[in-house]
Nanobody, 116 residues
């Protein structure tokens, strides 16, 4: 089982940038497709971006062209570079396997707040 710790969130003005990190424990991180998810108040958690073990990426339409997902398998770390942030990006951001299984526990997430 992989343990996940997200960091890097904060308060930023619209148009600003943030870089999120996800530190993962466990030796199987490198072989997993990993993803970033987010959950806004009153909404269901949604998928944002994913990256395969080989580095192939996919993005939700709402963030395409603004967010970039990457990974460092040697450091067991997943990243999300977020540019041109909008108030609609305000949410708690989580990382996890894609797709997550009942055996993949969720971390505490990191809060991203974008002010207008």
């Amino acid at each position: 089982q992989v343990q996940l710790v997200e960091s890097g969130g904060g308060l930023v003005q619209a148009g600003g940038s943030l870089r999120l990190s996800c530190a993962a424990s466990g030796t199987i991180f490198a072989i997993k497709t990993m993803a970033w998810y987010r959950q806004a108040p009153g909404k269901q958690r949604e998928w944002v971006a994913r990256i395969t073990s080989g580095g192939t990426t996919s993005y939700a339409d709402s963030v395409k062209g603004r967010f970039t997902i990457s990974r460092d398998n040697a450091r067991n770390t997943l990243y999300l570079q977020m540019n041109s942030l909008k108030p609609g990006d305000t949410a708690v951001y989580y990382c996890n396997a894609f797709p997550p299984t009942p055996f993949d526990s969720w971390g505490q997430g990191t809060q991203v707040t974008v002010s207008s």
